[in-house]
């Protein structure tokens, strides 16, 4: 990998585009520092918050939504979006018809999920909004200590929701403009960015708890930090898996010639669904902790509603269960989406293709769904193990009275191992491309 970095910036023209992504990077990171006006946190609102959707974000935004920062939404409004038109797609022919369109199918399906990423921002800027006023951290007086009421109470809700809109739109433009100008799938990258940005934070509270705690915890963060290095090495391993169905063509003959006759392949991924799974379970698992944030001052002790929100605490076991199974259906969810094996099969046979000791047809559609069934199903379960794991060692610490909790989460970690990967990809291809364009000249 730094081998491909370091060839890829000899070439001036591959230069300047990792010098503009890394700009753009910086201008994300600098909108996460800049403040929101009228809105005033200290502490962070994930404090105490772990495992609600509160600390989901903040683990994509790099705290920028932990302290009401002005990128404090990120880029989960058009990622949002993305998935909500992708499964329209299916649900309405004319969107399934206009995504078919080629290029200008594609600029139209764009424009359309750009507005619905601003709507998603409208909604859930309002929603910020409303928490942290309930929450106290908001500026309700003026610099004179007069309190706000009135129209000006109103105006500070519309300059905070705007700005966090505003803010989140912004994002959106950075990330298209790394995908126009720069390296790299741009939405990704800003999600990079943001999981980047934490580490150091996080590194530095498992070496002080070292330090403060002493004794076997000595033993307990190295054993933390090799494990992390060895989710990476799996979740490599895990990336470059894949199944290939052999393909033959048959032989035909136009003219005077022959064609065809050659044998291929269909390489299928391990991990077919990438991390869309983990990303789909984890937003459905932090919606019961953050309910609980609202009424957590009207349960009863050792009352049922106590004893259900418990069940949705990422130390609960019922939690790990819950979460395996889900991450299994929304692994065979969206490769259905994804992977029509009767689509594949015509394909095959307007191509004179066929997979050896299988018959055209059904029987190749059949095959082919069967191969698909075992590799999500192999997948969901590699995937399930890397996000699990930070889960499983952060209990069993706890019950050994030596509580080490794992803040880089699986969802984290593949996040961070498939950019990387995907962005070498790019370098790589973009230098073959360069390579044989100077052959040929």
């Keep these: 990998m730094l081998k491909t970095i370091i060839n890829a910036w000899k070439i001036p023209d591959l230069r300047k585009k990792i010098v503009y992504t890394i700009f753009i990077l910086f ?10 006006p009228f809105v005033d946190i200290t502490e962070g609102l994930a404090a105490g918050a772990e495992g609600t959707f509160i600390s989901y974000l903040t683990m994509l935004t790099g705290d920028a ?5 002005l990128f404090a939404l990120g880029i989960t409004p058009y990622i949002n ?12 022919p004319a969107l399934g018809n206009l995504a078919k369109e080629g290029e200008e199918g594609r600029k139209k399906m764009g424009v359309i999920t750009r507005y619905v990423t601003v709507g998603l921002a409208l909604l859930q800027s309002i929603a910020f909004f409303v928490y942290i006023w309930s929450s106290g951290t908001m500026l309700t007086t003026d610099h004179a200590g007069n309190p706000y009421t009135g129209f000006a109470a109103v105006f500070q809700g519309l300059v905070v929701i705007l700005t966090l809109t505003a803010g989140s739109t912004v994002v959106m433009w950075l990330g298209e403009q790394i995908n ?10 800003i999600l990079f960015a943001g999981i980047v940005s934490r580490i150091p934070t996080i590194l530095y509270q498992l070496i002080m708890t070292a330090y403060q705690q002493g004794s076997w915890y000595y033993l307990i963060v190295p054993i933390a930090f090799i494990s992390l290095l060895g989710m990476i090495v799996f979740i490599c391993w895990m990336d470059g898996a894949e199944r290939r169905i052999p393909i033959q063509y048959a032989k035909r003959v136009v003219g005077r010639k022959m064609y065809g006759g050659q044998s291929s392949n269909i390489p ?21 902790p953050t309910i609980e944030m609202f009424v957590e001052s009207k349960l009863k002790d050792g009352g049922f509603g106590q004893t259900f929100f418990g069940w949705f ?9 819950i979460y395996f199974l889900l991450i299994i259906f929304f692994a065979y969810f969206y490769a259905s989406i994804q992977y029509n ?3 594949m099969a015509n394909n095959l046979a307007k191509n004179s293709g066929v997979i050896p000791g299988i018959r055209t047809g059904r029987p190749t559609a059949d095959y082919i769904a069967k191969v698909l069934s075992k590799l999500i199903l192999l997948g969901a379960l590699l995937l399930s193990v890397v996000t699990l794991y930070p889960v499983l060692f952060t209990d069993i610490t706890t019950l050994a009275e030596f509580p080490v909790n794992v803040s880089i989460g699986g969802t984290s ?5 498939g950019v990387a990967l995907e962005t070498v990809r790019q370098l790589e291809s973009q230098m073959m491309m360069r390579h044989y364009k100077g052959f040929l000249d």
Excluded at 81 to 92: D, G, K, P, Y
């Design 27 to 36: 201008l994300f990171r600098l909108g996460c520092a800049v403040p929101v």
């Design 65 to 69: 939504f932990n302290y009401g920062r």
């Design 81 to 92: 979006a993305s998935i909500i038109i992708e499964l329209l797609t299916v649900a309405i």
């Design 180 to 189: 126009n100008k720069g390296i790299g799938n741009g939405i990704s990258l």
């Design 268 to 288: 299928l991924k391990v991990n077919l669904s990438g991390v869309l799974p983990v990303i789909f379970a984890s937003s459905i698992l932090s919606l019961p």
């Design 313 to 321: 605490h990422n130390t609960s076991p019922v939690y790990a269960v």
């Design 341 to 343: 094996p009767i689509e």
């Design 413 to 417: 970690i593949i996040i961070l191992v």
